[in-house]
């Protein structure tokens, strides 16, 4: 190989150890990898600017806003009113992955389950059953639609994209949803026959539900009025009597860590853990005050609420301090407590670094909750009451949606055109606001694809691909095209695990269709197999943004996810090695 391909292998594999890691944002990582590519002469500064204009990532934007219309619209409440009347678990298991997977093949994966997730919590509270029998269920159907359709995962874009660019005439719209359906169909059996009997059965008592959202982290100010005044820590018993357990007290700028034996005074601050209702019912007896609220400046008596938010996967919130996060001024927030699962916090809530999957407790306006809820940096675990909205818009919403798949569908228009048209009516429709587009936008997503196409463009641009594709025809020998779609299936699946479903689509798409073209058969059921491979991923927590959602909200484990998601990726491919074939045959083609 040249010095050219040796130096995107290091670059490849530099960025996989980043992804894997989490430590880096994945748009950060994309974006140094782009510039070391560029640095070392691999790429152009043109090509590597290409993946910003690519078809891809205007795509891909412009389904972000198509999706945010229909949500925010309020279309899918009459849904949403009508699975949370259901009180069997499996019955709730079974109708939520029948409602995910259809919208998911046109609505974001991210927003159909930050949309459900409060429902579902709510269901699992009011039957006292473990939120982790149904919220991977939930995760896994929204990734099962995504695959059905050309726009359904921003990956099936990226994946007919690169096709073209190898020559390939594009995927129709619809053109995956008889392989995907199929998959999808055995999936869901798969998860209400054996996966669910692989589910965490126990209701972990540090796990979300709706409104006890389990150990909370707080401080409470001593008053005048204190029935504590003059007594230890130790003396107030607090844990017997009250179920609240002290972590610290804080005086001053000075910090107790074993407070057992002070003696609390006026203005102390006590860093105390306990459920919610515990803690207030503590706080009103002991003659205690919130913290955070007693420093918080109420300039009116407007009505305000308590809310339950849990910080989102990708959330710019991520590693900063709430002061920092700019909810106190653009909500009238004030965040109250929070909860960590599986640590308890002994800082106070000023220096805490929010983390994804985080629970903050809020005091918001109450007419500012409509905007909590429309932001996508957090999740409202706590029951949506969500103020009415107009039917009208819903409607406009619905109808515009099915304009761009109709349109784009029958090849009126072309996909990026017919999206874009769409975005543009539903904000002349009013189905979201005027800045709503720009703040709900995932833009490390949008910065991952244009960063990241680039890296396509490397690996054949320095020979890369050639040399994968000679050790893979190597191992795969004379076994035929079957089993090298069985090594592209695997190790697109392997490499999703590790770095998401985007980069290994940009990986093995090149090299898919390099090995089709090396066995003189059609390159396109090695692209389906790349794109299949990349959106369906069950293994891990951290392969998928909807597995890390439910991973924090359910209580799961890593090896929840491995128990469940293995087996089913394996069923995936046997059932792909079968299809896809009959879907897109193995014609040769002349070299």
């Not at 690169?162 to 998860?191: N, R």
């Not at 109420?298 to 709430?322: K, Q, T, Y």
């Not at 697109?492 to 003189?520: D, F, K, R």
Request: proline content about 5%.
């Amino acid at each position: 190989m040249t010095w050219q391909a040796w130096a995107t292998v290091a670059v490849i594999v530099a960025a996989m150890v980043l992804f894997a890691s989490e430590k880096v944002r994945i748009d950060l990582v994309a974006l140094m990898a782009l510039a070391a590519l560029v640095i070392l002469g691999v790429v152009s500064p043109a090509e590597a600017l290409s993946g910003f204009s690519n078809e891809a990532t205007v795509t891909v934007a412009a389904m972000f806003a198509l999706s945010m219309g229909i949500e925010r619209s309020g279309a899918l409440e009459p849904l949403s009113r009508l699975l949370v009347k259901i009180r069997r678990p499996w019955l709730l298991t079974l109708a939520m992955m029948l409602a995910i997977a259809p919208l998911g093949a046109f609505i974001k994966n991210i927003a159909l389950v930050a949309t459900f997730l409060p429902l579902a919590l709510k269901v699992c509270q009011r039957t006292g059953t473990a939120p982790g029998r149904v919220l991977m269920p939930m995760a896994f159907a929204a990734q099962m639609g995504g695959v059905c359709t050309l726009i359904g995962t921003s990956s099936n874009l990226l994946a007919d994209t690169l096709a073209q660019k190898h020559g390939l005439p594009p995927f129709g719209v619809f053109e995956f949803t008889g392989l995907g359906a199929i998959l999808a169909v055995v999936g869901i059996v798969y998860l209400m026959l054996i996966g669910r009997w692989m589910l965490p059965r126990h209701i972990d008592t540090d796990m979300p539900v709706e409104a006890d959202i389990g150990k909370y982290v707080t401080e409470l100010e001593v008053t005048e009025q204190s029935s504590l005044l003059g007594k230890s820590i130790a003396d107030a018993s607090l844990g017997e009597r009250y179920g609240v357990y002290p972590l610290e007290l804080l005086r001053g700028e000075r910090r107790m860590w074993s407070p057992r034996s002070q003696q609390i005074a006026r203005g102390d601050v006590l860093l105390v853990r306990g459920d919610w209702d515990k803690i207030e019912e503590f706080r009103r007896q002991a003659g205690l005050r919130n913290a955070p609220e007693s420093h918080y400046a109420h300039a009116d008596d407007r009505p305000r609420v308590l809310a339950e938010i849990m910080v989102a996967p990708a959330s710019p919130l991520e590693g900063r301090r709430f002061g920092e996060t700019g909810i106190g001024w653009r909500y009238d927030a004030v965040a109250l407590a929070i909860h960590r699962r599986g640590q308890v916090l002994r800082e106070k809530l000023s220096d805490v670094s929010l983390a994804v999957g985080d629970v903050l407790l809020v005091l918001v306006a109450e007419e500012a909750m409509t905007n909590v809820r429309n932001d996508e940096s957090f999740i409202v675990l706590s029951q949506r009451e969500n103020a009415p909205r107009t039917p009208r818009k819903a409607l406009y919403a619905v109808a515009i949606m099915a304009a761009v798949i109709v349109a784009s569908g029958l090849r009126w228009l072309p996909i990026p055109i017919a999206a874009i048209c769409g975005a543009t009516a539903m904000a002349l429709a009013g189905c979201f606001g005027r800045k709503d587009v720009y703040e709900g936008m995932d833009w490390k997503i949008i910065i991952l694809l244009g960063a990241i196409l680039p890296l396509g463009v490397a690996i054949e641009k320095s020979g890369l691909s050639t040399a994968v594709v000679g050790w893979g025809l190597t191992l795969v020998g004379s076994h035929g095209p079957l089993a090298a779609l069985l090594m592209i299936y695997l190790l697109t699946a392997l490499l999703t695990e590790l770095m998401g479903h985007n980069p290994s689509v940009v990986l093995m798409v090149g090299i898919a269709v390099s090995v089709a073209q090396a066995m003189h058969v059609d390159p396109r059921p090695f692209v389906v197999a790349v794109a299949f491979a990349a959106a369906t991923s069950f293994a891990t927590p951290v392969g998928y943004p909807t597995n890390t959602m439910v991973y924090y909200a359910g209580g799961y484990r890593f090896t929840d996810f491995m128990k469940v998601g293995i087996p089913l990726i394996l069923l995936f491919c046997a059932l792909s090695m079968w299809l896809i074939p009959h879907f897109w045959p193995f014609q040769a083609v002349a070299h």
